[in-house]
């Protein structure tokens, strides 16, 4: 029986933090070790250019994140760990999958749809600072997936509408041209994490709420100290279910360490203390994983080295199906 391909791409704009790591990273460095699945992982860095035009960011970006994932135990031995723009057949399907898309189903793309909308409420033309990029995103994302006929998707659910569209690309594909494409499916974890941010709400880098993941111990700490409490003294009972604090605290503790802090909030530990012992207990799952990233920042011949390794293990597969929709319709060598 062949493995299930479990497909998933990172778009690289932004520094990790720690809600990326609890809800993204960690979840799926252990999925990828699952001998039943073949894992593929990709920085979906032209992606990162709808949103990104300055190029020092862009390629800045993409380091850290490609250092982030590997530091943090992603073994590209096992999992397929790639650049997107280093697959060219990504793009070329990409094009012959855009001459098969419906226009009015991009339309209806919730990140296009959100552009437009903003632009109406601003009363500024609706297609003010919107790039082909942004409106064709699903048919690239399409792509990612069908390249390699994927079958799960693990995703977020902002995206389930895209891997949908995927679907529905590969079903007319299929059905106008040949059986070329497998059909895939977003999965959506029921337990991951939604980690809080300094001020309670979802940690989230457009709340500006954020702990970086991969800062200095002192920085680390300096952001625990800002999160949000309220005003109870040492000595008070404090409601771990509704406290930031706790929160993380479980994101990380065993479930010895979980419940006896639970216990230690209900009789009253005090909020600079709790913070003392997160910062202790995010620190020492970080130590290693950040000493790893700063080594793999320091070199990044290292880094390119892997990602090259993973383009150039895959594109065997990626140009045999783009072979085989070539032909499908009808782009072929005359003899
Ligand atoms: N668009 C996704 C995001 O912003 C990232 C992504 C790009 C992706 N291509 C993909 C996710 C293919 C899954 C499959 O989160």
């Known amino acids: 029986m062949t ?15 720690l ?79 855009t001459c098969n898309a419906a226009k009015g189903l991009m339309n209806r793309a919730h990140a296009y749809k959100a552009a437009v909308q903003a632009n109406n409420e601003g009363g500024e033309d609706p297609d003010f600072g919107i790039t082909m990029g942004l409106f064709s995103y699903p048919v690239l994302m399409a792509a990612d997936i069908l390249i390699f006929n994927a079958h799960d998707v693990p995703v977020g659910r902002d995206q389930i509408q895209h891997v949908e569209m995927a679907r529905d690309i590969a079903q007319r594909f299929n059905h106008n041209f040949s059986e070329v494409f497998t059909l895939p499916q977003a999965v959506v974890g029921e337990h991951v994490a939604v980690l809080q941010g300094l001020d309670g709400r979802k940690m989230s880098k457009s709340y500006g709420n954020t702990i970086p993941l991969f800062g200095t111990p002192k920085q680390l700490q300096k952001s625990i100290n800002k999160i949000k409490t309220n005003l109870l003294e040492p000595g008070e009972p404090k409601n771990p279910d509704d406290a930031t604090v706790f929160q993380i605290w479980a994101a990380f503790a065993s479930d010895s360490e979980r419940e006896r802090m639970r216990g230690d909030f209900l009789a009253g530990i005090g909020w600079g203390e709790a913070k003392k012992q997160l910062f202790e207990l995010v620190n020492v799952e970080l130590a290693e994983p950040r000493e790893r990233y700063m080594e793999l920042m320091a070199s990044p011949a290292r880094v390119e080295e892997v990602l090259q390794a993973g383009a150039e293990r895959l594109r065997p597969q990626s140009k045999a199906l783009l072979e085989r929709v070539r032909d499908a319709v009808g782009l072929r060598r005359y003899a």
């Not at 493995?3 to 933090?17: C, E, M």
């Not at 993204?24 to 593929?40: E, F, G, M, N, Q």
């Open 3 to 17: 493995n299930k391909r479990v497909l998933t791409g990172i778009t690289t704009s932004g520094t990790p933090h």
């Open 19 to 97: 809600g990326n790591y609890v809800g993204a990273i960690r979840p799926a460095v252990a999925a990828s070790l699952d001998a039943d699945v073949d894992a593929y992982l990709f920085l979906a860095d032209y992606h990162a250019l709808i949103k990104c035009q300055d190029p020092e960011q862009v390629a800045q970006s993409s380091l850290e994140i490609a250092a982030t994932w590997l530091a943090s135990g992603l073994n590209p031995e096992r999992a397929h760990f790639y650049r997107q723009s280093d697959i060219p057949e990504v793009t070329e399907l990409s094009w012959i999958l």
